[in-house]
């Protein structure tokens, strides 16, 4: 049985919501009964409301932020999910890329944030913020540097504008792990390579986008009323450190 998290009705705004996790936490808000927005640069069928918007771009942003409110008359919910980068190791990437991957992954959520912030602070039920990061943020980021120290910042960012924007608009953030999704195949490779790196991973599989879905809901939701500031970690347990694997000090043997 489905829990009542008291979204039914809710203005959401998730970015990037089209495909992949934010598709997964599109469709978990909207299974929820709230009403979702959703935007990406270039326009996508999706369940969802559908507005162009690149969220780097502070024109578009207002405008985004400034249609929702004019259409549907406030603004509960955004989840800042638009984000990524492409693999390149540091030595080789240009300014301009390093550029691009922390306006996407910091700046963006910043300006999302701000201008809903503002909307939220004028509704007298608030508001939530949850910003999509990721364990790259905590922990070393090879290929993708750039966006692993983006991801920090975004976790540092969550404290802060908790803590500024308290009481009326929350601010939480999840640190995900990796995600099944229609684009693993670029990222891990084969079915069985996919496989593979999910057993690396405690509970032995990779997310599936709903499951990171069902936790931004809850975080958005009345049930944590009292959380702000917060990093959940979304990420079936970590990884397993590899120097257990390479160690035989404490292996068992088999009798």
């Keep these: 049985m489905k829990t009542d998290l008291g979204l039914a009705g809710a203005v959401?705004?998730?970015?990037g919501g089209v495909r992949g996790v934010g598709r997964g936490?599109?469709?978990?808000?909207?299974?929820?009964?709230?009403?979702?927005?959703?935007?990406?640069?270039?326009?996508?069928?999706?369940k969802a409301e559908f507005v162009q918007c690149d969220v780097r771009d502070e024109a578009q942003v207002a405008a985004l932020i400034d249609g929702i409110v004019?259409?549907?008359g406030r603004l509960?919910?955004?989840?800042?999910?638009?984000?990524?980068?492409?693999?390149?190791?540091?030595?080789?990437?240009?300014?301009?890329?390093?550029d691009k991957i922390v306006q996407l992954n910091l700046l963006a959520p910043l300006l999302v944030s701000q201008r809903a912030?503002?909307?939220?602070?004028?509704?007298?039920?608030g508001g939530s913020i949850v910003m999509i990061s990721s364990v790259s943020g905590t922990r070393a980021s090879p290929g993708t540097a750039a966006y692993g120290a983006a991801k920090a910042g975004l976790d540092n960012l969550t404290a802060s504008l908790a803590v500024e924007w308290a009481p009326k608009v929350?601010?939480?953030?999840?640190?995900?792990g990796m995600v099944r999704t229609e684009q693993s195949h670029l990222h891990y490779g084969s079915e069985a390579a996919?496989?593979?790196?999910?057993?690396?991973?405690?509970l032995g599989r990779l997310a599936e986008p709903e499951e990171v879905g069902a936790c931004a809901?809850?975080?958005?939701?009345?049930?944590?009323?009292?959380?702000?500031?917060?990093?959940?970690?979304?990420h079936g347990g970590g990884e397993v450190p590899a120097f257990l694997a390479a160690a035989d000090v404490n292996q068992r043997e088999d009798s």
């Excluded at 936490?25 to 999706?46: K, M, N, Q, W, Y």
């Excluded at 912030?117 to 039920?125: F, L, T």
């Excluded at 996919?194 to 405690?202: H, L, Q, S």
């Design 117 to 125: 912030n503002a909307v939220m602070q004028r509704q007298d039920s």
């Design 76 to 98: 509960d919910v955004v989840v800042n999910n638009a984000g990524g980068a492409p693999y390149s190791p540091a030595a080789d990437a240009s300014p301009r890329l390093h």
């Design 170 to 176: 929350r601010v939480n953030a999840l640190d995900v």
């Design 12 to 15: 959401v705004l998730v970015t």
């Design 194 to 202: 996919i496989e593979a790196v999910g057993k690396t991973v405690p």
């Design 217 to 234: 809901a809850f975080l958005a939701s009345g049930l944590a009323a009292y959380v702000s500031g917060a990093t959940l970690r979304v």
């Design 70 to 72: 004019a259409k549907h």
């Design 25 to 46: 936490i599109s469709d978990v808000f909207l299974a929820h009964g709230a009403h979702v927005v959703t935007c990406a640069r270039r326009e996508t069928a999706t």
